[in-house]
């Protein structure tokens, strides 16, 4: 393209950075941003056309490293982090116990144990006789005095770069930061690339011409009813228009692959006499854990790290029976002939609200009105903060269903779970593998094979435990599963990654729809 055609190509935001800046000068999106007042995205668009037109080059890419401070942080800098607030506590009130300190202070008891915990290894605080914390009058390590003083900078900006903190600083900071899942730690530690541009040799020619040609980026691109009132448009310099230019394609809508894929397997459950079920995405942990007969102190829910809700933080009530029984299922087993998990049940803990993490929670609210016999199903959209990978996200679907009957058992389970492994994603490697559930027994894992990213777990089932049906009113043998649907649609649309069903890139999204 010979330089008057090109200039005749170039935007207003491109024109000015060749008229303001040579080859030896350093561009950044930021640079732009504070000297020609581009937003961000401008800067971004004038690099990448620039880019394109050859007329600038990729000098590096610098990684930077921030912390910003998380609600709790500002919250730590307020009221001082809970090892501060415990020593105060105890140093003005004497001895207490762990609970006691944790309802003073109106803190988590994981998060008083945990502070405790480190207080006591640094020799600040220790426990007597009585199961009595008191403070040893050793003072605080030097990391809670640089965290207290971290916390007060951060509250005045907001973020913290690293390059401005010390070594000792920047070894505190990143014990108190998480890069994802931030709601429980102080910091949020975020990195960011900018990238360092300058201009090539032919954009000295370019400006050149565009100086000769009196072309300087401030050309109307249009005209305005403020500029016809007031009669300004008469001094202005229109830019040009290129006739030659396609027109835009009309592209006729069509309906989201996965969004087909998931009104298939609707359609196919209700057409084998399913009844679709559905539920809120925001659950207490009652139903997402305590009526699954998940104790509340396991560690089995630790592969349902949930979302919790910050306002408000608990529902006002569960309903009756369903809380009594479940609480008596979990200390004594109640009436199911178990002997329970022998605990104090928490009922205040029970109300927490959380985002939904797994889908059986609509099939413990469907058995308390479920008809027997009776087959039900639903897909519900979960959240679970996971590794986000070709076969994990941390926002996924599930299709759960249930099916209750005086006949139903593990070889009826096992047809349905061919069923979906076969009919429904497309699979033919297919093999069943022993699982644990809190709330079945036996469990079920069904895994199948993907051609490129070879066996991965579709889900699990089992039938439901008697701890589960009999708080809820059943006395009938219920199947129960949870399966991925979306790892299904990996197998059914010929996908080799999750993150693909989610694609921001409308033409793959197309040429899948046109397959």
Known sequence: MDTQTLIKNLHPLEVKVLLSYSDSDELTAERLQKELEYKEGHANQAFSWLSGKGLLELVRKEQHIYFELTDLGRSYAEKGTPEQRIVAFLTESGAHTLPEIAKALQLENKDVGSAFGQLSKDGVAAMNSEKKASVTGAPFPERVTITASLL?????????????????????????????????????????????????????????????????????????????????????????YNISVPPARIIPGRTNPYVSFLESVKDKLCSLGFEEFDGPLVETEFWNSDALFMPQFHAARDIHDAYYVKNP????????????????????????????????????????????????????????????????????????YDKVDATHLSDFYQTEGIVLGEEVNLKTLLGFLEMFAVEIAGATDVKYVPGYFPFTEPSIEVHIKHPVLGWFELGGSGIFRPEVTKAMGVNVPVLAWGIG???????????????ELFSYDIEQVRLRKAK
């Open 152 to 240: 007060k900078k951060a509250v005045q900006t907001g973020i913290l770069d690293k390059t401005t903190l010390s070594d000792t600083e920047s070894a505190v900071i990143q014990s108190l930061a998480k890069k994802r899942g931030a709601a429980d730690a102080p910091f949020r530690l975020t990195e960011r690339e900018t990238a360092v541009y300058r201009l090539s040799a032919k954009a000295a020619d370019v400006a050149a011409a565009l100086r000769q040609a009196g072309v300087t980026g401030n050309e109307l691109g249009a005209v305005t009813s403020q500029m016809l009132i007031s009669g300004s448009w008469k001094q202005g310099t229109f830019r040009g």
């Open 313 to 384: 933080t608990h529902a006002k009530w569960i309903d009756e029976p369903f809380l009594s029984n479940v609480a008596a299922a979990h200390e004594n087993g109640g009436n199911t002939g178990s002997r329970g998990w022998n605990y104090s049940f928490d009922r205040d803990f029970t109300r927490r609200l959380i985002l939904r993490s797994q889908g059986t929670v609509l099939s413990a609210h469907q058995l308390a009105t479920a008809k027997i016999p009776g087959k039900y199903f639903g897909i519900a959209r979960c959240f679970r």
């Open 485 to 499: 649907i979306d790892r299904m649609a990996l197998m059914a649309l010929g996908l080799n990654d999750l993150r």
